[in-house]
């Protein structure tokens, strides 16, 4: 079974600094999507980035990019310039290439964001 | 686009009652959804897929006859909390698929007392 793991419980940066969240993953297959979501203090679980598997190039969202390393079943988000509305619970996800559309999330990672 | 309300957001109920939540994608027709519930301070915990027109996939563990599902049309599907229970108090959040992606409501916070 998939496995999803994000070790980092807690993250602070300072407002207008980049910041990296880890995300790592177990998986026999080779074809599958990743996802960041994003759940603010609202608890409205919001699409931050998304990444197929059998795309070599990293997502990219404005301020939001990946470093999907395949390989190394590594998929993390670099925030750059953050900001104050940054401040989140963040979610790594794995989908299968499958018919289910399930997603198996990771424990997530509270980001802060300091003035 | 790709936008999912959940209704009620907050819903305070007596332990012994019946409490129904509804998903609905608002700009897109969604032949699955999934229905989610998280605990504070974790993540979400998936119950159950939600495929129009058939009955739903419930995870192991998740109690059927407990928490009904409903996916009548292609923009609704509802959770209906059966005979609540105090323990069944949870915030509860809805996604549905428009292609490779899930998109989620703004959650429900259930309350039994």
């Known amino acids: ?115 | 686009g790709a936008v999912v309300s959940q209704h009620p957001s907050w819903v305070i109920c007596k332990s012994g009652t019946s409490v129904k939540i509804e998903c609905r994608s608002l700009d897109f027709q969604a032949t699955t959804m999934f229905w989610y519930r998280q605990f504070p301070k974790q993540s979400l915990m998936l119950m159950a897929t939600s495929n129009e027109g058939s009955k739903a996939t419930y995870e192991q563990g998740v109690e059927k006859d407990k928490f009904l599902i409903n996916h009548a049309s292609l923009t609704l599907s509802t959770l209906t909390v059966t005979s609540a229970h105090p323990e069944d108090s949870s915030f509860y959040i809805c996604s549905a698929r428009e292609q490779n992606t899930q998109y989620f409501g703004p959650g429900t916070r259930l309350t039994v007392l």
């Open chain 1, 1 to 115: 079974a998939q496995t999803v793991t994000q070790s980092q419980p807690e993250m602070s940066v300072q407002e207008a600094e980049t910041v990296t969240l880890s995300c790592t993953y177990d998986t026999s297959e080779s074809d599958y999507y990743l996802f960041w979501y994003k759940q603010p203090p609202s608890r409205q679980m919001i699409l931050v980035i998304r990444q197929e598997a059998y795309k070599q190039q990293n997502a990219t969202e404005n301020r939001f990019s990946v470093n999907f390393q395949k390989a190394a079943k590594s998929f993390s988000l670099k925030i750059s310039d953050s900001q104050l509305g940054d401040a989140a619970m963040y979610f790594c996800a794995y989908r299968r290439w499958d018919s289910s559309y399930k997603l198996i999330f990771g424990s997530g990672t509270r980001l802060l964001v300091r003035p």
